[in-house]
């Protein structure tokens, strides 16, 4: 069955530094999506992309996160200069259509920053 | 925006015993869906259910849209149903975001 993949499992970086997490969605789905998870909390929505466009971003998407698909398969979650609080769980989800709108997530990027 | 409850925020069963799992949310929607987190911190797509009755295995799941809330229900619970359930619902073009609850924590004991 198509799965949504998402590497590195695990990120540890330095505060400041640059990270950039990678999702391959599954391949006939259109819409894109990054959510994330802080350690203990729910999981909350970051961005939605849909024909090469943001669609949707949330108060937490600051100038800090962006967003590509550089190619056909990849899409890429960028954290410019990572702070503490950025340490979470990131989720990659895609969806087919809008149609049968369910949504499918990778096995998501723990990202600890120190 | 949306918001979306869960009870009860924790549950601990034995090892065969049912358990029902509420989410309420506080307008209407498009589409709900119920996840399960996995102690490896995956989410597992349980049901995609906007309105109606599904069931897979041991598990049902239960959305009256018209009153807005959804059930998700558990039989003879094993060990591996341990972990973390979210409800999440979408409001909006079918495209939108979900919206997550807190989820609920179930321990299954032996």
């Known amino acids: 069955e198509p799965e949504v993949t998402q590497t590195p499992s695990h990120q540890v970086t330095q505060m400041g530094q640059e990270v950039i997490l990678r999702c391959v969605p599954i391949s006939n789905h259109l819409y894109f999506y990054w959510y994330r998870q802080i350690l203990g909390q729910k999981v909350e929505f970051l961005v939605s992309?849909?024909?090469?466009?943001?669609?949707?971003k949330s108060e937490i998407f600051d100038d800090q996160f962006s967003v590509e698909r550089p190619d056909g398969s990849n899409f890429t979650l960028k954290i410019r200069s990572t702070k503490l609080e950025d340490s979470a769980m990131y989720f990659c989800a895609s969806l087919e259509n809008t149609i049968v709108d369910e949504q499918f997530f990778g096995p998501g990027t723990r990202l600890t920053v120190l | 925006g949306i918001q979306v409850e869960q009870s009860p925020p924790d549950l601990i069963l034995q090892e065969g015993a049912n358990s029902t799992l509420r989410c309420n949310f506080s307008?209407?929607?498009?589409?709900l869906q119920w996840f399960h987190q996995n102690p490896w911190g995956q989410l597992i797509n349980l049901f995609y259910?906007?309105?109606g009755t599904k069931q897979n295995g041991r598990l049902s799941a239960t959305t009256v849209a018209t009153e807005r809330y959804s059930l998700l229900y558990i039989s003879s619970s094993q060990t591996t149903d341990s972990g973390v359930y979210f409800c999440?619902?979408?409001?909006?073009?079918?495209?939108?975001?979900?919206?997550f609850g807190k989820g609920i924590t179930l321990s299954v004991r032996p």
């Open positions: 992309f849909y024909n090469n466009e943001i669609s949707e």
């Open positions: 999440a619902v979408v409001r909006g073009g079918a495209n939108s975001k979900l919206t």
């Open positions: 307008d209407s929607v498009n589409n």
């Open positions: 259910i906007p309105s």
